[in-house]
C-alpha cells in the first residue's frame, strides 16, 4: 500500500503495472483472479470433463439392453457420478469465492481455478476413467472365447476409457511440465481486457489548485 501511496502522491512516475499490481497485493477479491490464464484453461477442462463424463454416462444409461444390463448401467452411472462431483468442486470454489470466507492468500491459491485442488481433480479424474477402462479391457480378455455384440461393446467402451484417461493425464503431465521448465510463458501479461488504471497525483492535485486560485484572484 505504501508503493502505491509514494505513486500516487508524485514522488514517482505513473507506472500502471505497479500500480495494478499494488491494488492486487491489497484486495483480497482480486486474489482469486491472479492468474487469468491458467483460470480460463483450467474452467475450460472442468467444463469439458463435465460435459464428457456426463454425456458419457447417459448415453451408456440410455442404451442398456437385457445383454448388456450390468456393465453399462454401472459404468454409465459412475461416469455421471464423476460428473456431478466435478461440478460439485466448481461450485463449491464459486460459493466460497463469492461468500469472501477465505481471506488466506495460500488457501485461495489452492482453491481457485487453476490451483493445486483443480490439478488433483484433473488427476483423479483422469485416473479413474483410465482405471476404469483397464478394468473393461481385463473383463473381456478374461474369457477364453469372447464374442456377440455385448463383448464388442464393452471392448470398445474399454478402449475409448483407457484413451481418454490416457489423454487426460498426459496433458497434465506436459502442462505441468512446460509451466514448470517454462515460467515466463505463464508470466506473460494478458493484451485483451487488461483494465486502465487512471491516476491522480498529487502534482497535478497542487497544480490545478494553483490555476484555480490563479482564476479567483484574476476574477477579483
Not at 502505491?4 to 484486495?27: V, W, Y
Not at 489452492?110 to 481385463?138: A, M, Q
Not at 464374442?147 to 481418454?164: H, Q, Y
Request: with cysteine.
Amino acid at each position: 500500500m505504501s508503493e502505491l501511496t509514494e505513486i500516487t502522491s508524485g514522488r514517482f512516475p505513473a507506472n500502471r503495472s505497479r500500480i495494478q499490481q499494488s491494488i492486487l497485493e491489497d484486495q483480497v477479491e482480486l486474489w482469486w483472479f491472479q492468474d487469468l490464464k491458467r483460470s480460463i484453461l483450467c474452467y475450460s477442462v472442468a467444463l469439458v470433463l463435465i460435459l464428457g463424463t456426463g454425456l458419457g454416462g447417459i448415453i451408456l444409461i440410455s442404451t442398456v439392453t437385457s445383454k448388456s444390463s450390468e456393465w453399462r448401467l454401472g459404468v454409465g452411472i459412475f461416469l455421471c457420478l464423476l460428473a456431478l462431483v466435478i461440478l460439485f468442486k466448481q461450485l463449491l470454489t464459486s460459493a466460497i469465492q463469492d461468500m469472501n470466507c477465505v481471506r488466506n492468500r495460500t488457501q485461495i491459491d489452492k482453491l481457485r481455478s487453476g490451483g493445486l485442488i483443480d490439478y488433483l481433480v484433473i488427476l483423479v479424474t483422469g485416473f479413474i476413467i483410465l482405471t476404469s477402462g483397464y478394468v473393461l479391457i481385463i473383463v473381456v480378455n478374461s474369457d477364453p472365447y469372447p464374442s456377440g455384440t455385448p463383448w464388442n461393446d464393452m471392448l470398445i467402451a474399454g478402449v475409448i476409457l483407457t484413451v481418454a484417461g490416457s489423454i487426460i493425464l498426459l496433458s497434465l503431465f506436459f502442462y505441468v511440465l512446460i509451466f514448470k521448465l517454462y515460467p515466463h510463458i505463464a508470466a506473460r501479461p494478458l493484451s485483451i481486457g487488461v483494465p486502465s488504471v487512471y491516476i491522480i497525483s498529487g502534482g497535478n492535485t497542487a497544480r490545478r489548485q494553483r490555476e484555480i486560485s490563479s482564476s479567483t484572484a484574476n476574477l477579483v
